[in-house]
């Protein structure tokens, strides 16, 4: 069974450009988190979605969005760059089947590199 | 807040020997879940185990326990016969459970830990 897909796996920007990170959860997976990785602030996360809609926000700032369709693929959106928005970005999806064991699948991230 | 802490930065161990990697959390709530994850250098994070504050026997997959002692509020994981390829970064995280409602795609991860397998 095909993992949680991410794209594209490296990027490179300039300052003030915007990007748009790509996620397809795995099959029948209907909830999407993204996570930001840096050497600095370790793993935080950003948001998540569920059919559609956003569930819950991190404490990142507006630049920073996200959207989920109806096939449960979603996408996240930085605006207006910044260098310190390079990072390893991480999407994860589950069911999610409502205890505290649900568990999160990752995948492998999209490396960006902003200049 | 819910907090990790991961207080060991780097930790190296000979191949086929036991490792313990610290993990301490802070919460105010009473229902929570514990979480490992191993992340290899090619960046993917990969499940190891689960611990709900309610279970009363310490979590087992594998190679992979889990020391849960929730006085302490510490979840350490040992991971016993060390393999060349169990080297990797260990992050410990959180999912706190409240009654009002909860983000299950949102868990609280530690700084991590970098295991290194000697052979």
């Known amino acids: 069974k095909a993992g949680v897909t991410q794209t594209p796996r490296y990027l490179i920007k300039t300052r003030g450009q915007q990007v748009t990170l790509s996620c397809s959860p795995i099959s029948g997976h209907r909830s999407v988190s993204w996570y930001q990785q840096t050497p600095g602030q370790g793993l935080q996360f950003l948001f998540e979605?569920?059919?559609?809609?956003?569930?819950n926000k991190g404490n990142f700032p507006g630049r920073f969005s996200g959207r989920q369709f109806s096939n449960s693929r979603s996408e996240m959106n930085v605006s207006t760059l910044e260098l310190g928005d390079s990072a390893l970005y991480l999407c994860?999806?589950?069911?999610?089947?409502?205890?505290?064991?649900?568990?999160?699948?990752f995948g492998a991230g999209s490396r960006l590199t902003v200049l | 807040a819910q907090k990790i802490t991961q207080t060991q930065p780097g930790m190296f161990v000979q191949e086929k020997e036991a490792v313990t990697l610290d993990c301490t959390y802070d919460?105010?709530?009473?229902?929570?879940?514990l979480f490992w994850y191993k992340q290899p250098s090619s960046g993917e994070m990969i499940f190891l185990i689960y611990?709900?504050?309610?279970?009363?026997q310490n979590a087992t997959e594998g190679r992979y326990s889990l020391n849960f002692q929730k006085a302490r509020k510490s979840a350490n994981l040992v991971i016993s016969a060390s393999q060349l390829g169990d080297s990797a970064m260990y992050f410990c995280?959180?999912?706190?459970?409240?009654?009002?409602?909860?983000?299950?795609?949102?868990?609280?991860f530690g700084q991590g830990t970098i295991l290194t397998v000697h052979p």
């Open positions: 979605y569920f059919s559609e809609t956003q569930r």
């Open positions: 995280a959180m999912r706190e459970l409240n009654a009002g409602g909860t983000s299950y795609g949102k868990l609280t």
């Open positions: 994860a999806s589950s069911i999610p089947r409502g205890t505290g064991a649900n568990v999160l699948t």
């Open positions: 611990q709900g504050s309610y279970d009363e």
């Open positions: 919460t105010s709530d009473q229902s929570y879940g």
